[in-house]
């Protein structure tokens, strides 16, 4: 039983291609994440959803847009890719947008632009 | 720029030995966590310490915070080869909910 899913787990594509990066939390949890982690391991947040609501949106290029169907899921979108797009991204979620809450990672979606 | 960061970057040790790696961070915190990622794995919660709370264990993970210096240690005691993993402290400031996270420290435990 996955508690956080993302697919695909890797992903290689050329330039100029548009994305998606899809995840699912079975945890029944409200607020939901994307991360970015770099060749250096520095893990920044991208986006945060609670109960389908956008509430973090750091400073991210537009051509990424999350987008949130239903509690459960968060997708990535991400067009024109560049190459400084090729990191591994991260789903996690957690119960509640609370400052105690531990998050639950899934395990990583591997972007290779060429 | 990242809230938190891990010292040393990089920690071998022999099993059995224990390994302490330190965390800093710049403003005030409400809470610390420490993940722990495994190789090609997505991140594993280990342990939350509250900005009121001083040391908190579990298993065989003690840390430690002191937010006059602004600073935490994570103490993994009787290492084994399944402790090889990196580790990250996070921390979430007073004013927002936000995670931040370190650069993270790479265990290496050998047989």
């Known amino acids: 039983d996955t508690a956080v899913s993302q697919t695909p787990k890797y992903l290689v594509t050329q330039m100029g291609n548009d994305k998606s990066i899809k995840c699912e939390q079975n945890?029944?949890?409200?607020?939901m994440y994307w991360y970015k982690q770099d060749s250096k391991k520095f893990l920044k947040i991208m986006f945060s959803y609670n109960n389908k609501e956008l509430i973090i949106n750091e400073t991210v290029p537009n051509r990424f847009s999350p987008k949130s169907p239903d509690k459960a899921h968060l997708n990535l979108h991400i067009n024109s890719l560049e190459l400084g797009d090729s990191a591994v991204y991260f789903c996690a979620s957690s119960q509640a947008w609370l400052a105690t809450n531990e998050q639950y990672f899934g395990p990583g979606t591997r972007l290779t632009v060429t | 720029s990242q809230q938190g960061e891990e010292d040393p970057q990089a920690l071998s040790i022999q099993e059995g030995e224990n390994a302490t790696m330190n965390c800093s961070y710049k403003t005030s915190i409400n809470n610390l966590q420490w993940y722990r990622q495994n190789s090609g794995r997505g991140l594993v919660h280990l342990i939350l310490i509250r900005s009121n709370e001083r040391e908190k264990h579990s298993g065989r993970l003690r840390v430690t915070l002191d937010t006059s210096k602004k600073s935490s240690s994570l103490l993994i005691t009787a290492s084994r080869a399944a402790d090889t993993a990196s580790y990250f402290c996070?921390?979430?400031?007073?004013?927002?909910?936000?995670?931040?996270f370190g650069a993270g420290t790479t265990v290496t435990v050998r047989a």
């Open positions: 996070a921390t979430s400031r007073s004013n927002d909910y936000k995670l931040s």
């Open positions: 945890l029944g949890h409200d607020t």
